[in-house]
């Protein structure tokens, strides 16, 4: 077997941010199910192992031609700016945007479909979960790895943070991605891997539409906090 085939999917998606494009689109889960080897996630997700190796490879040589920054070696002070200014935005604006489409596409259609109120449902809990998520992230634990780091960099003492240490809210957040992870994949399965019936309308395929994009989305701010951010903010405490 390849040397690329033994390596888990979290690997593959750290090594190359290419890699969880090719997963996304694949349906392989690299953030909460990361721990996989790539061949036990093809296995699992009935893909052929030279597939994917093969679009691997194709969107790795395809992003060198874009500039990526690499989050495993940028300051964390830009990493946490970043996500901040892309996914946490993105997350706000999506859900002030889906409430009213959700709204009107359940009106017309939940009396047919019903895993479309079902899908509301679990979309307002996630919602209102992740509000709370990442006022806590904005609010405590980036602004604490903020300091800690730019007391590093001075050779500064770094005041003990008020929760003991930074595993503790980092054990928390990623407790609550597991959660918004379990939310997610209640929402894929209810529609059927957002496949809008045939003859839907335009807002029926537009709210679909969204919910992938929420969930890729969703999925790329998850591995930059569990598999980049909060790893290095744990081994930055340890060092001082
Ligand atoms: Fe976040
Ligand atoms: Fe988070």
Redesign the pocket.
């Known amino acids: 077997m390849s040397a690329i085939a033994e390596k888990t999917v979290r690997d593959l998606a750290l090594e190359t941010s290419s890699a969880t494009r090719v997963f996304e689109k694949l349906g392989i889960d690299y953030c909460c199910g990361g721990n996989k080897s790539l061949e036990e996630a093809c296995r699992t997700a009935y893909l052929s192992l030279d597939q994917v190796q093969l679009a691997l490879d194709t969107a790795e040589q395809e992003s060198k031609t874009r500039v990526d920054r690499d989050w495993q070696r940028e300051p964390l002070a830009d990493l946490i700016a970043h996500i901040q200014a892309t996914h946490h935005k993105y997350v706000r604006e999506e859900i002030v945007r889906l409430g009213p489409l959700f709204e009107k596409v359940c009106g017309v259609h939940g009396k047919n479909h019903a895993e479309l109120l079902h899908i509301q449902v679990v979309f307002r809990g996630l919602a209102q979960e992740l509000t709370t ?2 006022m806590k ?1 904005e609010m405590v634990l980036f602004p604490y790895i903020a300091r800690m780091e730019e007391a590093v960099i001075q050779g500064e003492p770094v005041l003990p943070p008020p929760f003991g240490t930074v595993a503790n809210p980092v054990a928390m ?1 990623e407790h ?2 597991d959660s ?1 992870g379990n939310a997610l994949r209640a929402m894929h399965s209810a529609s059927n891997g957002y496949t809008a019936p045939d003859g839907a309308c335009t807002s029926y395929r537009a709210l679909y539409q969204a919910l992938a994009e929420f969930e890729a989305d969703l999925h790329q ?2 591995h930059l ?2 598999n980049i951010l909060f790893p290095r903010a744990v081994a930055m405490e340890g060092t001082r």
Do not use: L
């Open positions: 998520h990442m992230e957040m609550e991605h918004a701010h998850i906090e569990n």
